[in-house]
């Protein structure tokens, strides 16, 4: 029977030790050096060593409260703290409330070193605002007070010039106090350094903040395998609890996939999981993440905390309660407010939603920061401007509680309606609104959240407003989504208002969705419409939709019908961007239908209004269109320059950049170098397969073609090291290999093995050896060819498994075969 050993100081299981080798006794060199000071306190006899009145502890961890559960995760946080505090003498934690500051703070103390010779830990939040805070921190430390002197006095004497940790558990209520008295004591005592967490920085002269992030949660699409869903510190929280609750409880592939939602909807927090997680002895996951979808029920689930944790920690409520009283009048008013915007916002957003009602209009940008100062918003990572912000699900559920006590819910929804109105109009106003990316585009779940809060499904707005979510949809590829939208629509009125733009949008949608038929039946649905109102910028979008519907169809010549006949209204009216956008269409029609010298003057003449002009999304889709027409000519180096100014525009990881990969790999074949061909192909192939994504059909067709073409005419060793070459290209290593950055070709064309790098680690013969192995000679015929004995080949191929750390026949010839393909 298999024997556990736990470690001798904190009890943690201990992996087992090498066959042979002396069983480990603690998990770490900190639980060694802590069991090392414990026994340098007791004598021989074993009794304790008496310590003198006003000594310190004799090592760091003493006084500080032992935890009855595990710690989980935030490794990376702890080895920042450590760096931080070596730099800064007060470090303030800051973070949401039941974000898990005060458990960080409290394991980060326990492993300090032993120059901090005390720790000393002062829980504020039972302190009220009126309450003398030095004093109250001195009782805590045990210190009593002394005639004529303040407490403040008394700390300072107490502390002197000694090495100490002060920790200050949540300040945030009682802020400024804390900011003076951390103030006066860091001046005073040159040895003390003091850790505090709040919900809002101190600030402090010299203060270093850090902000502790919620918990990682697995990304979208990573599927139910457990040993990839525990990677995540908020799955493993959460099996931890569950665990202790529901003994017997594990995670696997019948219930990873609900776990890791269910720790998506809680945004990480750290208290929610573990609230969450106690759910699991009296209900089924299932129930759990229902419930966390019910905004009536969500609060009430995630209750019940521990009997002897602070009040605050009762539930989630009471911790986001602890924070909204600290909060002014006008504060609690656009925190409430911001309660619809479910998608998150920016500050116009925020202005336009949250303003009036006693909210000044130049008070909202204020607000909103000092809200994120509060960790009751957070901002949302990336360089975006403007800025956006979002409040955690949990946070929201309980500021649209408070939305609903105070009376303002209808009036808010209202404003944001009118608000995403406002944001249609910018959209309204251009010629080819589908393919547009437009300020909507940012607010997808505010728009459905807004559309599923309208109770009157037939009015203008709400109509107007299903049309522009139907468009976002469509950009993001989802039609899916878009597609019961814009039948709902289609349906439901035979108002003309709308003209053919419900129409034109649906034809481009179903081409999405390769259902070419309908296709066609909305597109002439779109132009008919369009022709009866009379309206040019509506016919013109019409009859793009029926075009593309045509082009997917293969009717080229019907297409370039249309899309000249369209080019001629965008001209008409006097839009430059839109008509070459036009032009670029009727360029990729004629290109589809064999006419690429006439699509090459037609790009010459749009393609510098698009470079220089356009979104990023409509001049990549030019530049590639140009980059087909050139290789359609023959002329593959402007082809493979246009091309790699593609992909140099895009981001790396949309599908945008598959197609100026797929282009390179035309130009590849097209100059002869099939490895490159294929090696391309595979690795555009496995990330459309990743992201979900299809080409359109003619583009597909060539493409294939081209691929089917590389593997006939290279050998088998050379098509498997280009396949696995391929696979293993994504990212930025794509991207170097694709735009033939110095040296990515032999990093990236096959890894075969990362102890074979380069060829000089053999001989001359030994390489042309293993050549003749990827082509798939036998001994016996690499002799013959070599003018060598069976047995001399057999001696070189030893000594090249030797070198390479190759055991295997194929293998070398996957290593010779790369090798091969970059000289």
Known sequence: M??????????????????????????????????????ATHDGAGKERPVAPDASPPHPGRGLPRALDSFVGRRQELSSLRTLLRASRLLTLTGAGGVGKTRLALEFAKGLPERHARVDVVALDSLHSGAPLAQSVATALGLGERAGRSGTDVLVRAIGDTHRLLIMDNCEHLA??????????????????????????????????????????????TGNDPTALLRSDAIRLFVERASSRAPGFALGRDNGATVAEICRRLDGLTLAVELAARRVGALPLGDILAGLDDRLLQLSLLADGNRTGPRRHDGLAAAIDWSHRLLDPEERAVFRRLAVLVGGFDAGAAEAVCAGSGVAPHHVLRILCALEAKSLIVRLPGDAEPARFRQLRAIRAYAMERLVVSGELHTVRRRALTWLNGLADVVGNEVFADQTGGPLVAERDNLAAALADTTDRDAAPYRRLSLELARVHYQQEQPSAARPLLEGLLRGTDEPAPGGAVAALATRVACQQADLAQALLLGEQAVRLERRRGHPSGLANALDARAAA???????????????????????????????????????????????????VLMERCLPVLREHAHWSRAAAALHTAGAVRLALGRLRSAEALFAEVLGIVPKASFHALYPVEGLALVAAESGDMRRTLCLYEASAQARRRLDTEPEAPWRQRVEQAAVRARTLLSAAARDAALDGGRRLHGDRLVAYALRTEGSDRRTATDATAAAEDRSLLTGREFMVAELVSEGLTNRQIAERLGLSPRTVATHLDRVRDKLGLRSRTRIALWAASRTMDG
């Open 2 to 39: 298999t024997r556990h050993r736990t470690c001798e100081s904190c009890a943690t299981a201990l992996a087992a030790a090498p066959r042979g080798g002396r069983p480990a006794r603690y998990c770490s060199n900190a639980c060694r050096q802590r069991a090392f000071r414990q026994r």
């Open 176 to 221: 400024e106090p804390c900011a003076r008295l951390a103030a006066t004591l860091l001046g005073h005592c040159p040895g003390l350094r003091i850790l505090a967490t709040s919900r809002e920085a101190l600030r402090v002269p010299g203060e270093t903040v850090f902000r502790v992030g919620e918990l990682p949660v697995p990304p979208v699409g």
């Open 550 to 600: 045509r082009l997917c169809r293969g009717e080229f010549a019907a297409a370039v019908t249309d899309l000249r006949e369209c080019l001629g209204l965008v001209e008409g009216l006097g839009r430059p961007q839109d008509t070459a956008w036009c032009t670029h269409h009727l360029a990729w029609a004629l290109l589809q239908g064999g006419g690429a010298a006439e699509a090459d």
